[in-house]
């Protein structure tokens, strides 16, 4: 009898831990959401550049520097390197054939709801240090509903409005070599172009405040 019952607590105690052995497993195996870079961001000296009044600015994505990620949304990240207010006419992203400037697609993009916004960098909440080129103060667009390939290229546009704030903000611009981004700026607002136009000049040097380009 004793035997019997031995051998009864000792099955009873094997399908306990294989029940909980198959509880941790399908926890464990539920896909965690975490922030992933979509291209190899700002990783040296971010740089500087001033004086945005009136200029259109275009950050491109390679799409022959993307990540083998899955996203079906794009954020981008902007550094501030000074300035009190900077006022944004529009935003837009340019998609076009990897290595071409014709433009695709145009998806827009935008903060905190708006495709004009003004960003207070004189704020705390918005920038907790003051910016600099030591310390840029990293601005955060909305997610883009965008899924990029690498069949494409992306260009980030944005206007600064002709005003006393956009001349006396700055913006990071690192060397060639620190980012796999690139870009450009042109005068005059370049924002509203459409399928079918072409980007009007290609990117040449590092990126103007953008940094960063995540799935979060």
Known sequence: MKSVCK???LILTLLAVSVCGFSQSSVMEKPA???QNLVRGVIGPAGNNASWANYSVFGLVPGSGLFPISSSTTVFYFGFTAGTEADLGNMVVYTTVRGSLTITAVTPVTLGGVSN???LL???SVCPVAPSQTTPCIVRFDP???AMSPASDYYFAIYYTNNTNNSNIAGTQPNPSQTSLGGTYISGDYTHLTVGQSIPSAATRGPSFLMYVMNN
């Open 7 to 9: 051998i009864a607590m």
């Open 122 to 124: 004189s704020n705390s």
């Open 117 to 119: 916004p003004s960003i």
């Open 33 to 35: 959401t975490t922030t």
């Open 144 to 146: 883009t509903a965008l």
